[in-house]
C-alpha cells in the first residue's frame, strides 16, 4: 500500500488527514496524483507540492515503492 | 539543553533561547532575533486565535536543514529556529528565530534569511480563527 497524508487546507477539502492506495509494480507520483484528484478535485486545485519519504519532489514521473508516503501540499504559510 | 531546532505547542522564552545559543561559544559579537506573534487583525478581520497545522516529521528536518544551511552560507556560530503548531491565541508567540555571529551583519542578514525561508520550504500552514468563522490562510509573495 501507499500511504497518502494531507494537511491542513488540502486535509479539509479532502475531509481526512490519511489515505491508503493500493501499490502496483511501475507505480508513478503522477498515477497518484491522477487517481486522488479525480477523487477529491476541490483538494488538488490548491496542491502545489509533493513530497515523497519526507523530501520534496518536483519530477512526477518518480518510481514509487511499496510502502511510500506520500504527502500532497498547499502553499505553506507558517511563520 | 533544548534542542535548537523544535516544533513545540507550548511558548518558548526567547531568553532562555538567546542563553542557549550564547553558552556555545564566547566569539560571538552578534545576535540577531526575530519572534514572529499572532496578530488580532488580518484581512479586515478580528483574528482571536491563530491554529497552526504542520507535517511535523518533513517540517523539523526542513528547519534542521535551514539551520545547517545559514549557517553555513553565513559563517555563523550558532542558529536555533522553534515554531509552535497547535492552538496560538491573539498576542502570543508563534515563532523564533536567532542568529549568532562574530559580527552583525552577517547575524542581522542570516535572521532575515532564515525566517523568509522557513515560510517557503517549511511544511506548516495556518487558520485564522475569527468571530465569522475559520479560514486557512493563503500565503502572501
Not at chain 1, 488527514?17 to 486522488?36: P, Y
Not at chain 2, 539543553?1 to 531568553?15: G, I, T, Y
Not at chain 2, 518533513?58 to 555563523?76: H, P, T
Request: glycine share 8%; hydrophobic share 45%; charged share 25%.
Amino acid at each position: 500500500m501507499i500511504k497518502v497524508l494531507f494537511f491542513g487546507p488540502v486535509a479539509e477539502r479532502v475531509g481526512t488527514s490519511e489515505a491508503q492506495v493500493t501499490f502496483k509494480a511501475g507505480m508513478r507520483l503522477q498515477d497518484v496524483r491522477d487517481q486522488l484528484q479525480a477523487k477529491y478535485p476541490a483538494a488538488f486545485e490548491i496542491v502545489c507540492f509533493a513530497a515523497v519519504n519526507g523530501e520534496h519532489v518536483r519530477d512526477m514521473s518518480l518510481p514509487l515503492k511499496e510502502g511510500s508516503e506520500l504527502v500532497f501540499m498547499s502553499k505553506f504559510s507558517g511563520g | 539543553m533544548k534542542e535548537a531546532v523544535r516544533l513545540q505547542q507550548e511558548d518558548f522564552s526567547q531568553d532562555e533561547e538567546i542563553a542557549a545559543l550564547r553558552a556555545g561559544s564566547k566569539r560571538m559579537g552578534g545576535i540577531a532575533t526575530f519572534i514572529g506573534c499572532a496578530r488580532d487583525f488580518s484581512e479586515g478581520r478580528e483574528v482571536t486565535q491563530i491554529s497552526f497545522d504542520a507535517y511535523g516529521s518533513m517540517a523539523l528536518a526542513e528547519m534542521n536543514k535551514l539551520r545547517e544551511d545559514a549557517i553555513a552560507k553565513f559563517a555563523l556560530l550558532d542558529a536555533r529556529i522553534v515554531h509552535r503548531v497547535g492552538a496560538v491565541r491573539a498576542g502570543e508567540q508563534i515563532v523564533f528565530i536567532a542568529a549568532g555571529a562574530e559580527h552583525r551583519a552577517p547575524a542581522l542578514q542570516a535572521c532575515q534569511w532564515m525566517i523568509d525561508e522557513l515560510k517557503q520550504r517549511v511544511p506548516i500552514w495556518k487558520k485564522e480563527l475569527t468571530p465569522e468563522g475559520e479560514a486557512w490562510v493563503t500565503p502572501h509573495p
